[in-house]
């Protein structure tokens, strides 16, 4: 096992030294957004049918070296989950402020690979009831907890005039409730434009 992570730790290593690109001491500011698929995992064994959103936000991007960048970003986000059963469908809206730190790696020109923690400040949340003839906010309101956090992954492409392009997977580690350890899951594909 330990020879396959040396043949691909010396394989990126290839990588990296045959497309270098110098971005030294660069930093740049750009806005992006784009759109949500989010979920909510219950005692880390079943998940809740996706809900659609957004997010929109502000990001800086500062470069280290040939391959690396910090990224930390401001991103109001719609999260939330379904349950959908016989007697109708809940679902559960929730609005974050999200601060993602990301750390990014440049391994060829215009792709990247980033990882990163996220700390999330719950803004709001809304929660209704459709059992088919009636769709009503329910009397059981579920206070859900101020603060989350998790850790992002995600990958991309950036072009030289500063468009970016990208996929991310944030796997929350904050109960969003007291009840069943529920956390939060939410894809994300983006836009991102520098300035």
């Known amino acids: 096992m330990k020879t396959i992570y040396i043949t691909i730790a010396l394989m990126i290593s290839s990588i990296i030294s045959l497309n270098a690109q110098d971005r030294k001491n660069k930093a740049t500011v750009g806005v992006k957004g784009g759109y949500n698929v989010s979920s909510v995992s219950f005692d880390g064994t079943s998940e809740t049918a996706k809900l659609h959103g957004f997010h929109i936000g502000v990001y800086g991007e500062s470069y280290f070296g040939k391959y690396f960048s910090i990224q930390p970003e401001i991103i109001y986000s719609q999260q939330g989950y379904k349950i959908i059963d016989e007697n109708g469908t809940y679902t559960q809206k929730l609005d974050y402020i999200n601060v993602p730190l990301m750390l990014k790696l440049y391994p060829v020109k215009s792709f990247f690979i980033e990882a990163g923690p996220q700390i999330g400040f719950s803004i709001s949340h809304k929660e209704t009831f459709d059992s088919g003839f009636i769709l009503y906010d329910t009397s059981d ?33 904050n109960d969003i409730y007291d009840q069943d350890k529920p956390k939060n899951r939410v894809w994300q594909l983006y836009v991102g434009l520098e300035f």
């Open 141 to 173: 309101e579920f206070e859900p907890s101020n603060f989350d956090w998790g850790v992002n992954l995600g990958a991309g492409f950036k072009s030289d005039g500063g468009i970016s392009l990208g996929a991310r997977y944030h796997v929350g580690q």
